[in-house]
């Protein structure tokens, strides 16, 4: 669709999630509403992680110089990325209501995996300041090198659409931050090696009605028919795909963000966009996943 239906698109899908939160959920409870609206904000974030303008300051920019006829309200660049961190629940609480619209919670199959959030590079790691009290050597292993920094922990339906993510410091298995994103989904989960446990396995499938499968080492007894083996790999690889689009379109592993708060919103923003990619391309008949193409201009 052309840019300008794609901006309106947005702020109509925004606008009646926030509508139906706000019902229940007040976002304030005294002072002044806000000369540019949070639909409006949320719009812009959304917008321009879609244009690949990945800096709070740049989408602002962008706006101001482009589009301030369509967003009058738009005031300085400090008030917008001020507003814009304090919508951090709300940008969830819109992203898990689109999840749910899309049958995402409900769907029987899951698939799990992880990636890194660097902070800075090994070699600056004994200068850097940044997220000094989470921040920790990890290992990634598609990249085979070290970094200093964060790990993201991420659960998909099998239509790629986002359930769960969470961030941890690079030191936590990958099978003890399962849990947080786990919560709400049921039947069974796909994950790799690094996922390999039975105790795992055992208490997903007693506390949470999992069935937790993964390939196995090398050097370990396979019982399972190949043929199944082969499909629950193949599925797997959804996962990577939505991973390599938040990495590679979104930039969720930059982490340019200098306190916590303002890199939860950082990934939460970017989960909504993704989620709200997902929800277009369903209502325009496309594959879920097929952002390419999806704003024309």
């Given at each position: 669709?052309?840019?300008?239906?794609?901006?309106?698109?947005?702020?109509?899908?925004v606008?009646?999630?926030?509508?139906?939160?706000?019902?229940t959920?007040?976002l304030?409870?005294?002072?002044?509403?806000p000369q540019?609206?949070?639909?409006?904000?949320?719009?812009?974030?959304?917008?321009?992680?879609?244009?690949?303008?990945?800096?709070?300051?740049?989408?602002?920019?962008y706006?101001?110089?482009?589009w301030?006829a369509?967003f009058?309200?738009?005031?300085?660049r400090?008030?917008?990325v001020?507003?814009?961190?304090?919508?951090?629940?709300?940008?969830?609480?819109?992203?898990?209501k689109?999840?749910?619209?899309?049958?995402?919670?409900?769907d029987?199959?899951?698939?799990?995996?992880?990636?890194?959030l660097p902070?800075?590079?090994?070699?600056?790691?004994?200068?850097?300041?940044?997220?000094?009290?989470?921040?920790?050597?990890?290992?990634?292993?598609?990249?085979?090198?070290?970094?200093?920094?964060?790990?993201?922990?991420?659960v998909?339906s099998?239509?790629?659409?986002?359930?769960?993510?969470t961030?941890?410091?690079?030191?936590?298995?990958?099978?003890?931050?399962?849990?947080?994103?786990?919560?709400?989904?049921?039947g069974?989960?796909?994950?790799?090696?690094?996922?390999?446990s039975?105790r795992?396995?055992?208490?997903?499938?007693?506390?949470?009605?999992?069935?937790?499968?993964?390939?196995?080492?090398?050097?370990?007894r396979?019982?399972?028919?190949?043929?199944c083996?082969?499909?629950?790999?193949a599925?797997?690889?959804?996962?990577?795909?939505?991973?390599?689009?938040?990495?590679?379109?979104?930039?969720?592993?930059?982490?340019r963000?200098?306190?916590?708060?303002?890199?939860?919103?950082?990934i939460?923003?970017?989960i909504?966009?993704?989620?709200?990619?997902?929800?277009?391309?369903?209502?325009?008949?496309?594959?879920?996943?097929?952002?390419?193409?999806?704003?024309?201009?």
């Amino acid at each position: 669709m052309p840019l300008e239906d794609f901006i309106i698109a947005v702020f109509c899908c925004v606008e009646q999630c926030l509508q139906e939160i706000a019902a229940t959920h007040p976002l304030r409870q005294r002072g002044f509403a806000p000369q540019c609206s949070d639909s409006e904000v949320l719009t812009m974030e959304v917008v321009g992680e879609f244009l690949g303008i990945d800096k709070e300051k740049h989408i602002w920019r962008y706006f101001r110089h482009h589009w301030y006829a369509w967003f009058p309200g738009l005031g300085s660049r400090s008030t917008f990325v001020r507003q814009a961190a304090n919508l951090w629940v709300v940008k969830q609480l819109i992203q898990r209501k689109i999840a749910t619209l899309l049958g995402a919670y409900a769907d029987p199959i899951h698939m799990i995996d992880g990636f890194p959030l660097p902070v800075c590079h090994r070699a600056r790691a004994k200068r850097c300041k940044t997220f000094r009290e989470v921040s920790a050597l990890g290992y990634c292993a598609s990249k085979d090198e070290y970094y200093w920094g964060l790990h993201g922990n991420v659960v998909i339906s099998l239509t790629g659409v986002i359930t769960g993510i969470t961030a941890t410091t690079a030191t936590v298995d990958e099978r003890v931050a399962l849990w947080e994103v786990v919560d709400d989904v049921t039947g069974l989960l796909i994950g790799d090696k690094g996922y390999i446990s039975n105790r795992l396995h055992e208490d997903l499938l007693q506390y949470q009605a999992l069935d937790l499968q993964t390939p196995l080492r090398s050097n370990m007894r396979e019982t399972r028919p190949p043929e199944c083996v082969q499909q629950l790999m193949a599925t797997r690889r959804l996962v990577e795909t939505v991973i390599g689009q938040l990495t590679d379109h979104l930039h969720i592993e930059k982490v340019r963000a200098r306190d916590l708060w303002h890199l939860t919103s950082r990934i939460s923003r970017k989960i909504l966009a993704h989620t709200v990619g997902v929800f277009l391309n369903r209502m325009l008949g496309r594959a879920p996943l097929q952002f390419e193409g999806l704003i024309t201009d």
